[in-house]
């Protein structure tokens, strides 16, 4: 059997991650073996890295990745060797179910998460259903596609579920990859202003980088009174639409404040905690519109795609880490401690 190197969380508790030598996957009928060329760290690695959500060892850690085609295997039709492929990270969804045959495989309670729940792909391959594939055109570079989870999360927020309106003044709260994406995602589909908020921690790398990208007011809410901005932006209204990154308590009941009577909430960030205090009751006294997104749609990766191709939106000035699997030590380090943004691994 034929090995390769992969990231394995190897037991449960905190840390037990190590290289491990493994047998390559094998591709069933319906699947393709793909060689990853780059694979992103997101938070949901570093968690299970941490020991703070459900996952299932030993595992190969990784679910935002990129590659090409290195096999066919007999049932797949329209696809070949050696194209380059991004892939929803929907592995185990049943085709049967509501969602499912509603279009929203992402929604499937059979879903298995790559990464946490069967081996994902921090190694240097692994086969997947071809139903899962979306095509990397010659315009879209590798760390473009290395980053299309994440933006492809965005997209189902702000453009699927509770689309970005015409004119309208957003908030985006924590300056994360995720509020990153989402501030370039207002500003290219219509937002009049987009404001950009986060803490004393994200003053070294996070916020700096946001006004690089040219986001209107990027903002550190510990130091600047930000609700006396978005006042000042709305004529006393409030914002039109809050969208939440930061999964932090602070913000949350920040972003309540912040939106304006009959607003529009969008919330992406994951606390960690399961149960937190939020001044419910304000929020119904103003009558906000809030959107709980999850996940991933087809149309929006095929969005990410297109946008990445257009030059829309800046994918690749996210990424402050490019290295080889082996050094993922201090990739994890340096993400926790707040010297990265997103990192791409590569195997
Ligand atoms: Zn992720
Ligand atoms: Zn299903």
Request: proline residues 5%.
């Amino acid at each position: 059997m034929e090995k390769m190197k992969a990231l394995v969380k190897t037991g449960k508790g905190k840390g037990l991650v190590e290289i491990r030598e493994v047998p390559v996957p094998i591709a069933k009928e319906n699947e393709v073996l793909i060689k990853i060329k780059a694979v992103g760290v997101c938070g949901t690695d570093i968690h299970v890295y941490r020991d703070e959500m459900v996952y299932n060892p030993p595992v190969i850690l990784g679910h935002e990745f990129t590659g090409t085609i290195e096999a066919v295997e007999e049932k797949v039709k329209g696809w070949e060797k050696g194209e380059r492929v991004i892939v929803e990270p929907h592995l185990g969804s049943c085709g049967i179910c509501r969602f499912c045959r509603s279009g929203l495989i992402q929604l499937c309670p059979q879903k298995k998460g790559p990464g946490w729940i069967i081996d994902g792909a921090m190694a240097e391959y692994i086969a997947v259903p071809y139903h899962l594939l979306h095509r990397v055109p010659d315009d879209m570079s590798d760390e473009e596609a290395g980053l299309a989870e994440p933006a492809a999360i965005v997209a189902n927020a702000l453009l699927d579920r509770n689309p970005i309106q015409a004119e309208e003044l957003v908030v985006v709260l924590g300056p994360g990859p995720i509020g990153l994406l989402a501030a370039q995602i207002a500003r290219a589909y219509g937002a009049r202003k987009v404001v950009l908020a986060g803490v004393d921690s994200d003053e070294a790398l996070r916020l700096p980088l946001a006004r690089k990208l040219g986001i209107d007011y990027v903002v550190n809410s510990q130091k600047q009174d930000l609700p006396a901005l978005v006042a000042d932006l709305s004529d006393g209204e409030g914002a039109d639409l809050v969208i939440e990154a930061s999964g932090a308590e602070q913000a949350i009941n920040q972003a309540i404040d912040l939106v304006r009577i009959n607003g529009r909430l969008s919330v992406i960030g994951i606390p960690t905690r399961e149960r937190i205090n939020v001044e419910w009751t304000k929020a119904v006294f103003k009558a906000i519109n809030c959107d709980f997104s999850f996940s991933s749609s087809y149309q929006s990766w095929q969005r990410v795609v297109s946008m990445a191709s257009r030059g829309l939106v800046d994918l690749k000035s996210l990424i402050t880490h490019q290295a080889p699997l082996e050094e993922w030590e201090s990739v994890f380090k340096d993400l926790q401690e707040g010297r990265g943004v997103k990192a791409l691994l590569l195997p």
